[in-house]
């Protein structure tokens, strides 16, 4: 299994600009994340999914879009670029119908935006 | 929502020290999980450890549900345990949305 991988490793935008971050799992699991990292800072979620067709938002979700068309699949869309959403980018996913609640996480997506 | 602290917020320690890092968080977890973070921001799960104790090597991990607080235990420090470690959990009924307290940024010298 190649558990979860993300795309691309470093990403530079213009201000306005919008690109997608893939993010996708192998595991089978239900439940995937996404999560912001600023410098300095711990990790913030920003939107999370249940499952295929069921998305919501976490504590920053602002500036960004999410689908989940597919089990394996969860990209993150940003529109319209702005310095503020410079940051590390980390996808994480977790199986659903055990009592192990444990996230596996993707190796970040490191974006600035100039 | 959940609240997270550790502490302390930085540790210098000389090579072959040992330490111990700790986690309070608010309410009662599904999940608790501790990450190495290392300086090319690689993120590393160390422990998964909702309750009880874990070993791993050099480090171990012991959560008290009950009290609320989690333990990190690095023994033997080497210069690869630089970084900053962080403490994430989740609330019971959340959908395992995890909460990352600010981190611990350890630095081991020679």
């Known amino acids: 299994n190649a558990g979860v991988t993300q795309t691309p490793k470093f990403r530079i935008l213009k201000i306005g600009q919008s690109m997608t971050l893939q993010c996708a799992q192998d595991m089978n699991h239900n439940y995937m994340y996404w999560y912001r990292q600023d410098p300095g800072m711990g990790l913030k979620l920003i939107y999370y999914s249940v ?30 670029a702005a310095p503020s959403q410079t940051s590390v980018y980390f996808c994480a996913s977790l199986g659903s119908g055990t009592q192990d609640y444990e996230q596996y996480f993707g190796p970040g997506t490191r974006l600035t935006v100039t | 929502g959940i609240q997270v602290e550790q502490s302390p917020p930085d540790l210098i320690l000389q090579e072959g020290a040992n330490s111990t890092l700790r986690c309070n968080f608010s309410d009662s977890v599904n999940n608790l999980q501790w990450f190495h973070q290392n300086p090319w ?44 470690y962080f403490c994430a959990a989740s609330a019971t009924g959340t959908a395992s949305k995890l909460t990352f307290g600010t981190g611990t940024r350890l630095q081991v010298t020679l």
Do not use: C, H, M, W
């Open chain 1, 51 to 80: 499952g295929a067709g069921i998305t919501d938002k976490g504590e920053v979700p602002n500036g960004y879009n999410v689908s989940r068309s597919t089990t394996e699949d969860f990209p993150l869309r940003l529109e319209l």
């Open chain 2, 41 to 84: 921001g690689q993120l590393i799960n160390l422990f998964y450890i909702p309750s009880g104790t874990k070993q791993n090597g050099r480090l171990s991990a012991t959560t008290v549900a009950t009290e609320r607080y989690s333990l990190l235990y690095i023994s033997s420090s080497q210069t690869t345990d630089s970084g900053v």
